[in-house]
């Protein structure tokens, strides 16, 4: 059973960069599509990044087109942990952000693809 927790929200103004991580436990994480999702307040849970491993330490990665460009999803194995990246913030950003694992997803894209979840940590996005 893999734990995951989720640090790093907290409250920024438009076009500030922050950073999120999300570390896990009870399994190596290397091996697991990692990805983040968000959720704002009434609206269904997003896709947000994906990383998959594609052989050794080489991994492919997958945005939503709202945050290519600005987000960029990362992992330190070292440390079981996975981190993004989000630059040039804007309010539309804001939400819940919630860590995901699966072994091998078949929909990455999809909160319907991964069986390992975080509690999610907030990130409000305000001028």
């Known amino acids: 059973q893999v734990q995951l927790i989720e640090s790093g929200g907290g409250l920024v103004q438009p076009g500030d960069s922050l950073s999120l991580s999300c570390a896990a436990s009870?399994?190596?994480?290397?091996?697991?599509?990692m990805a983040w999702f968000r959720q704002a307040p009434g609206m269904e849970r997003e896709f947000v990044a994906s990383s998959t491993r594609i052989g050794g330490n080489v991994y492919s990665t997958n945005y939503a087109d709202s945050v290519k460009g600005r987000f960029a999803i990362s992992r330190n194995n070292a440390k079981n942990t996975v981190y993004l990246e989000m630059n040039s913030l804007r309010v539309e950003d804001t939400a819940i952000y919630y860590c995901?694992?699966?072994?091998?997803?078949?929909?990455?894209?999809?909160?319907?693809?991964?069986?390992?979840w975080g509690q999610g940590t907030e990130v409000t996005v305000s001028s």
């Open positions: 009870g399994g190596s994480s290397s091996r697991y599509i």
């Open positions: 995901a694992a699966d072994p091998a997803s078949i929909a990455p894209r999809t909160a319907e693809g991964y069986a390992y």
